[in-house]
């Protein structure tokens, strides 16, 4: 186990470096690492894929932890409608595109279905990245575009849960869908609720004892304790994993946790790619090399049109749309996720995998150079747009500026946050059933005496 861990991380050591140079995403150079060491490029594995498929699978769990950090309500909030209609109208357009490819492939339901899965979820690490490196993190659609993935990142993980089930029955049943989506629903619900009103008590009764090390080996224990609880539920580990990030985000000390994940999650997340990269044969990239094409089109073509309606229905300038539409052209993490979850499963074409994670790598490695397009497109659909589309154009740059200014120029509240307020609606509903109980114990009683 030692010398597999030790060929699996000099490899993808030595070939992220390789791509970092290149200024190439290091992503990329884990998948690579992952085709030199599995079995297909030199006839035989160099490491043991059942114990990298191990790591691999604890390197989700850490990933979808830290995502469940970053997520924060009060953020997702202040971009609602955006975030709503964005993920919507992205989500919902890649789902039917990537069904509708599916069957144009003549696969059948059940593949069609994971494929339009895979296809309908942008890469929050690349697109963060990518924008970083673009000098435009301080720009103003970002803070919609991160509300977009994070809503994303959320509507993936139920997805899991659903295919799961239905790749577990083998059908595709509206009822079952809709109860499982209730269940779903219901037990999210619970779980946030109690976990934002126990946990960050907890955490401010133990505060002043929380040093570095405790309080990495207790967010890792409460990590794995909600995706045990997941599992009893009927669940995928994923879910829990990633509730309990959001539940700890709502801490003070989210921070924190977060910095000191950030290792631990790039160690297990570097072997996932990995295992990922094992996965993929190069004989088949270069046999199916015109569907890996096509799908990496209609990647690039559906999130620019759906991500750049979806901005624009929800709000935003069109100069602010098409460049979240233009950064969000490619598929990542979840992607994966979702393929390495049929394949374990068994539902899915051996194809597909290859195919989506060779159009994931395209799409990723032309991210940089399609959101440098963004704003020249936006010039010239601007320059040759009909009067009424221009004023249209003028009125809604006109109205979020104004909004922006009226926002810079308001008084700052400080209101509770989000996780004050659920905590204190819990807490008066509790003292108020308490009041009543007491009041008609007192009643019962005083009858009692009256009686005597």
Avoid at 48 to 63: A, D, Q, R, S, Y
Wanted: proline share 3%.
């Amino acid at each position: 186990m030692v010398q597999d861990l030790y060929i699996l991380m000099i490899t993808a050591g030595v070939v992220a470096l390789l791509f970092k140079l290149l200024k190439q995403p290091v992503v990329l150079g884990y998948i690579v690492a992952g085709i030199l060491v599995g079995p297909h490029l030199f006839g035989e594995n160099l490491v043991n894929p059942e114990n990298v498929e191990t790591w691999g699978n604890i390197g989700v769990l850490f990933v979808l932890f830290c995502i469940g950090l970053e997520f924060r309500l009060k953020n997702l909030l202040e971009s609602g409608k955006v975030a709503l209609i964005g993920a919507a109208t992205i989500i919902g357009g890649m789902l039917l595109l990537g069904f509708g490819v599916g069957k144009s492939a003549e696969l059948d339901t059940m593949n069609s279905l994971f494929l339009a899965a895979m296809l309908c979820m942008s890469s929050t690490t690349i697109v963060m990245k990518a924008v970083d490196e673009a000098g435009l993190s301080k720009a103003r659609f970002v803070k919609g575009a991160t509300s977009i993935l994070i809503f994303e990142d959320i509507v993936a993980v139920v997805l899991m849960v659903l295919l799961s089930s239905i790749a577990v029955k083998n059908s595709f049943e509206g009822t079952v869908l809709l109860e499982k989506v209730g269940v779903l629903a219901i037990t999210l619900v619970i779980w946030f609720v109690l976990g934002i009103l126990l946990i960050p008590t907890l955490f401010r009764w133990v505060r002043k004892y929380l040093n570095d090390e405790i309080l990495i080996v207790l967010s890792l224990g409460l990590c794995l304790g909600m995706v045990l609880t997941a599992e009893e539920a009927g669940f995928s580990s994923a879910l829990g994993a990633f509730v309990m990030g959001m539940i700890l985000a709502e801490t003070k000390e989210a921070h924190r946790i977060e910095k000191l994940m950030t290792p631990l999650k790039n160690v297990f997340a570097a072997i996932f790619f990995v295992s990922v990269g094992m996965m993929i044969d190069p004989a088949s990239l270069v046999e199916y090399w015109p569907s890996i094409l096509y799908v990496a089109v209609v990647i690039i073509v559906g999130m620019i049109v759906f991500g750049t309606l979806g901005c624009w229905w929800g709000g935003e300038t069109l100069h602010d749309a098409m460049l979240t539409g233009f950064s969000f052209v490619q598929i990542g993490e979840f992607s994966f996720i979702i393929a390495a979850l049929g394949s374990k499963l068994g539902v899915t074409d051996p194809v597909i995998y290859p195919i989506i994670v060779a159009a994931s790598v395209l799409t990723t490695f032309l991210t940089p150079y399609i959101m440098k397009a963004a704003t020249p497109c936006y010039n010239f659909l601007y320059k040759h747009a009909s009067p009424r589309l221009k004023a249209k154009i003028d009125a809604r740059e006109l109205e979020v500026t104004k909004a922006e200014q009226t926002a810079a120029t308001a008084t700052e509240n400080k209101n509770p946050s989000s996780a004050d307020k659920v905590r204190h609606a819990v807490r008066k509903t509790v003292v108020t059933k308490r009041v009543v109980d007491l009041f008609l114990k007192n009643m019962s009683e005083n009858d009692e005496k009256g009686e005597k």
